[in-house]
C-alpha cells in the first residue's frame, strides 16, 4: 500500500487559469518526499486540493488505499496539515488550541488529553501546556502548528513551506523535530523551493513547474542535475580564518560577512563555522539552485 498515490490531477480555476496539469506520482509509506518547485509552481494548490481545501478539476488521489472522491472522511481522518502562515488563536493556550482540534475529529476529551500529552512530549512544549499563544516565540509557535498536526494521529502529514522566511536556529530546531517524526514512521511530504532543505530531510524529490511534474527522482539524481548556489552568511563576529573545505568557495565581503558558493549542502558549511567557535545570524541565498536550473533550460530553449 502507499502513502499517497496521485494520478493524472489537473485544477483549472474560473478565470482559465491551469495551476496543475496532468501531475501523476506516488509517495511510500514511511518515506520523506519533496514536492520542490519555485513560487508560483503549483505546491500550495496541490497541497490544498490533497486536504480538500481545494476542488480539483479532474484526477484520482488515493491515501494509504483509500480513494478521496469514494470516501472523504477517512482520507481527511488520516492526513495532518501544517500550512506556512500561523492560523491559531493566539489568546489561547496551547492545551485549548490542540484539544479544541481533536473535537474536530471527535475524539472524545479523555482521548484528546491522553494523547494531549503525547504530542507535547514530540514536539518538546510539555512545559508550554498552560501558556497562551501570543507569548511564545517563532519557533515555538511553529511547533504548535505541527503538533496540532499531530493530535489526532494522521498516517500523512503534510508541511507547506515549513521554513520559509525563518532565521537558521529555527529552520534546525524545525528540521529536527520532522526527522525524528520521521524515524518513528510517520510517511511525510514537505513543499519547499529550497533544494538545501530538501537534501538534508528527503529521500525522493518531485520538482513541480508551472504546474507539470518534470522530474521525480532520489535526491542524489536531483542534485547532479542542479548547479551552485552562493550564499551571504552573516557571522556574530569577524571571520579570521581560512575556510578549507572540498568543493566551497568563500569571498570576504567585510568583516563578518562571507560570501559562500557550494555545490551542495550548505549544511556543513554552517557545522564548520559553528566547530569553529562562529555563529550565523543570518543567511541569504543571493542564487537559488532550482531558479538556476529554469532559467537555464529557457535560455536553452529560445
Given at each position: ?8 490531477l489537473?485544477k483549472?480555476?474560473?478565470d482559465?487559469t491551469?495551476?496543475?496539469s496532468?501531475v ?7 518515506e ?10 503549483g ?6 486540493i ?5 476542488s ?25 496539515l501544517v ?16 484539544l ?9 476529551r479523555q ?8 504530542v507535547?512530549?514530540?514536539?518538546k ?17 511553529r511547533r504548535?502548528?505541527?503538533a ?49 532543505e530538501?537534501?538534508h ?13 518534470v522530474?521525480?527522482g532520489?535526491?542524489?539524481a ?5 548547479s ?8 556574530n ?5 581560512t ?24 549544511h556543513?558549511?554552517?557545522?564548520y563555522?559553528?566547530?569553529?567557535g562562529y555563529?550565523?545570524?543570518?543567511v541569504d541565498?543571493?542564487?537559488?539552485r ?13
Amino acid at each position: 500500500m502507499k502513502a499517497l498515490e496521485i494520478q493524472h490531477l489537473k485544477k483549472i480555476y474560473n478565470d482559465k487559469t491551469e495551476a496543475l496539469s496532468d501531475v501523476s506520482f506516488i509517495v511510500e509509506q514511511g518515506e520523506f518526499f519533496s514536492l520542490l518547485g519555485l513560487n508560483g509552481a503549483g505546491k500550495t494548490t496541490l497541497i490544498g486540493i490533497i486536504n480538500n481545501l481545494v476542488s480539483k478539476t479532474s484526477g484520482q488521489i488515493k491515501v494509504m488505499g483509500v480513494d478521496m472522491d469514494s470516501d472523504m472522511a477517512k482520507v481527511k481522518s488520516m492526513i495532518g496539515l501544517v500550512p506556512q502562515e500561523f492560523n491559531f488563536n493566539i489568546f489561547l493556550t496551547v492545551k485549548e488550541v490542540l484539544l479544541n482540534y481533536a473535537g474536530y475529529y471527535s475524539i472524545d476529551r479523555q482521548s484528546a488529553l491522553t494523547r494531549l500529552d503525547v504530542v507535547l512530549e514530540q514536539v518538546k512544549l510539555s512545559h508550554k501546556a498552560d501558556t497562551p499563544i501570543r507569548f511564545l516565540s517563532g519557533g515555538m509557535k511553529r511547533r504548535v502548528m505541527i503538533a496540532r498536526a499531530l493530535m489526532h494521529s494522521p498516517k500523512l502529514l503534510f508541511l507547506d513551506e515549513p521554513t520559509a522566511g525563518v532565521d537558521v536556529d529555527l529552520r534546525r530546531e524545525i528540521w529536527d523535530l520532522l526527522e525524528s517524526l520521521n524515524r518513528e514512521g510517520m510517511s511525510i511530504v514537505l513543499t519547499s523551493h529550497y533544494m538545501e532543505e530538501v537534501e538534508h530531510l528527503c529521500q525522493r524529490v518531485a520538482i513541480l513547474h508551472q504546474g507539470r511534474i518534470v522530474r521525480v527522482g532520489s535526491v542524489a539524481a536531483i542534485q547532479e542535475m542542479l548547479s551552485v548556489t552562493q550564499y551571504a552568511l552573516t557571522l556574530n563576529k569577524p571571520f579570521e580564518q581560512t575556510l578549507d573545505l572540498k568543493g566551497v568557495e568563500v569571498e570576504l565581503i567585510d568583516g563578518k560577512v562571507l560570501h559562500v558558493l557550494v555545490e551542495r549542502s550548505l549544511h556543513h558549511v554552517l557545522m564548520y563555522l559553528i566547530e569553529h567557535g562562529y555563529e550565523v545570524d543570518h543567511v541569504d541565498m543571493k542564487t537559488n539552485r532550482l531558479e538556476s536550473y529554469f532559467l537555464a533550460d529557457v535560455q536553452e530553449s529560445a
